[in-house]
C-alpha cells in the first residue's frame, strides 16, 4: 500500500517538475527573441542617427564603409563583439540603395520594401525575424524638420554573444534536478506518512481474517494513531473496537460451533441408528414381499405359467397371482397399485389376498372381482386404487373367461397368427366406488395359444435418451416368439428390454406373466372340490366375434369341449350347435347387414341336473324367433321367407325355447334334456 502511494506522488511530482520545466524553457526561448527584436532595433535607430550628419546625396559616390566606420556608434565592445552587425544597407530619400557595407550580399526587391515603409510618415522601425535566427530592422533617417531623408537597414545576429538559455542552461538543470529530488523525497515522506495506518490495518484485517489476534506491535502503533484528531485516527480506533468485537464473536462461534457439532453428532448417529432400522423394516418387507408373490406356480401338463417381478423401490405395488381353483380351473392376476413404497405394498398383500380367496368362493370371475372391490373400498383410507386383470382357464373346456379393470389389456399369441389384445370388458380400477358390476368375457383357447401379461412398468421403461420401450416395440417382439413356451417367452422380452433400458434407473415396477394353454386330458380322474352342484350353478361363456367363417368352427369347438367335459352325447352337441349356427348367422346377415362389426353377440352354456341349457344374447334389433312365420315346405326355396325354416327348426328339436328382450338385448334360451348313451344308440 505505503509503495503503490509513493509511487503514485512521485509519478505526479516528476510530470509536474517537467511540465514547470518545459514552460520554464518556453518563456526563455520567448524573452530571447524579444531582447534580439529590441537590440535590432536600438541598433538601427543609433546607425540612422549617427548616419543624419551625412550627405545623403553623395551617398552613391561615397565610401559607405568609410561613413558607415565613421559614423557608427560604438558598442565600447571589442572587435568580435562588434560582428554582432552583420550587415547594413543605406538608402536615399527615394527607396534606392545608395550602399551597404563591405561584403554585404546584394539585397532583393522585398527587403527593400521596408525601407520605403518605415520612411512614410509616423511610420518606426521595422523589425524582421529571419529564417536563420538572425534579425533585421529597417528605419527612416529622418532630418530636423522630421522629414525622411534615407533609410538604413541592418541585420544583427546572437551568435556571438548567445541566448540567454545557452548562457544559463547549466544553471537551469542544476535548478531543475535539486527542485526534483526534494520534491521526490518530500512526496516520501508524506506517502510514508499517510500509507503507514493503512499498511498496518492491512496487516491486522489479514491477522483477523485468518482467526488470530493482531501482533503487539502493529496493534500498539495503531492504538498511537488512534489517538491523533485527524480521519486516520479515527479509522483506526474505529478498526480496533472492530477487531476486538470480531475475537469475541469468533470466540462466542467457536463455542456455539462446538456445541452444535457435538448436536449434530448426536443427532447424526440417531439418524443413523434411525436409517437403519428403516432399512432393515424395508428389508423384511422386502422379504414378506417376496414370499407373497408365489414361487411355486401351479404345475399342470395342461398349461404352463412363468411370471417375473422386480420393484422399482425396495418394496413394490405391481403383484402377480397364479393358482389353481378349488374346481380345478387355473385361476391367475396382474395388478398394478397406484404410487410406489410401503402403502402401496400393503395394498398389493390385501388385494392379492382378497382376490385368491374371491376367486374360489365365487365361480364366476366377474362376481369375484366384484367382491373384491367392494371390500378394497372399505378398507383404502389412502384412496389407493389397483388396475388389475384376472381370469380363469378350463382347462378341461380350453376356455378363458377374464375381467379387466382398467389394466393394459393382455396379448393373446395363436399359433401361427399374429399377437392381438383380448378385448376390453369396461370395468374400472378396484377400489375406486363399491357396488360395482364387472361384465366378464369368455374366449376358447386352442392348443398353443398362450398370453402375455404385463405391467405399464415395461412400456413406459426408459433409456438413457429419456426414450420409453412402447407398445410398438413389445408387439414387434412378441410377434418373434410366436410357439416359444411361457419361460422362454417371458425371458426374450426381458432380455431386450434389459438391453433397451442399459443403464438407465428403473423408475417403475416391473412385471409380466406368461401362459400358454397346451390341452389334454386331466391328470386326475377326480378333482377335489368338483362335483355336479358346482357344475349345475357355474355358466360357462364365451365372446363370439363378428365374423362367420372365424367363429362359427370357435363356438362349435366351445360347445363340443363342454359336452365332452359333462358326457354330453353327439345328438346333443349336433342340436345345440345347429341352433347356434342359425342364431348366428341370423344375427349377423339379417340384424348387422354391412355393419357387422358393431355387434355383440355371447354364448353361454350350463348343465342342469338331467338338462342342457345354453343362452343366446346379442344386441341386435328385437326379434323373437318364436313368432318367426312357419315356412311352406312345398314352395321353392327362393320363394320362401328368409330365416323362417331354421328357426322353425330350433323351435321343433328343443324341449324348451324361450325368447325376452332386457337391457336392450335378445335373450334366447334353450333347454334339452340329456340323452343317456343307450338311448342316443337305440
Known sequence: MASRIVGMISVLTIVGVIAAAAVLLLLALDSEEQSGQQSAKVLSESVARSLLSADLQALETADVDALIRVNAPSTGESDSDAAELTDIWVFNAQARLAGSSEGARQISRDEIV??????????????????????????????????????????????????????????????????????????????????RPIGLMVRAARAVEDGRQPEPGVAASLRNTSLTRDEYGELAGVFLDMAREVGAREIQLNALVE???????????????????????????????????????????????????TPALDVGGDFYDAFMTDDGRLAFAIADVSGKGVASALMMAVGRALLRSAANQHPDPSDAVASTNDQLCGMNPKELFITAFFGVIDLELGTLTYVNAGHDPPYLIRPNEEPEMIPHTGGIALGVLPELNYAETTIPLDPGTALYLYTDGITEAENDNGQQFGRERLEEKLAGTNGAGPKALMDDILGDLRQF??????????????LQFVGGASPEPYIPGRGETHLASGWRRMVVQPTLESSLPRVAAFVERFAEAQGFGATEVYRINLALDELLTNTIEHGFPGREQEADISVAIRSEG????????????????????????????????????????????????NYERADGRNVTTLRQSRATPSEESD
Open 610 to 657: 338331467d338338462s342342457v341349457i345354453v343362452r343366446y344374447e346379442d344386441n341386435g334389433p328385437e326379434f323373437n324367433p318364436l313368432q318367426a312365420t312357419e315356412q311352406d315346405t312345398e314352395l321353392e326355396l327362393e320363394e320362401r321367407p328368409i330365416g323362417g325354416l331354421g328357426l322353425q327348426l330350433i323351435a321343433s328339436t328343443f324341449d324348451d325355447v
Open 501 to 514: 433400458t442399459g443403464d438407465a434407473k428403473q423408475f417403475d415396477d416391473i412385471t409380466c406373466m406368461a
Open 259 to 309: 456445541d452444535r457439532t457435538a448436536e449434530l453428532s448426536e443427532k447424526n448417529q440417531a439418524l443413523e441408528t434411525a436409517q437403519q432400522e428403516i432399512r432393515n423394516d424395508l428389508e423384511m418387507a422386502h422379504s414378506v414381499q417376496a414370499a407373497l408373490v408365489p414361487s411355486d406356480l401351479p404345475e399342470d401338463p395342461r398349461a404352463g405359467v412363468a411370471a417375473f417381478m
Open 114 to 195: 521596408p525601407a520605403r515603409q518605415s520612411m512614410e510618415p509616423d511610420a518606426g522601425t521595422l523589425v524582421q525575424g529571419l529564417p536563420d535566427g538572425s534579425y533585421a530592422a529597417t528605419t527612416a533617417i529622418r532630418g530636423p524638420d522630421g522629414a525622411s531623408v534615407g533609410a538604413v537597414r541592418v541585420e544583427f545576429t546572437t551568435d556571438q554573444i548567445g541566448t540567454h538559455f545557452e548562457l544559463y542552461q547549466t544553471e537551469y538543470l542544476i535548478g531543475v534536478i535539486v527542485i526534483l529530488v526534494a520534491l521526490v523525497l518530500a512526496s516520501w515522506f508524506l506517502a510514508k506518512r499517510l500509507a
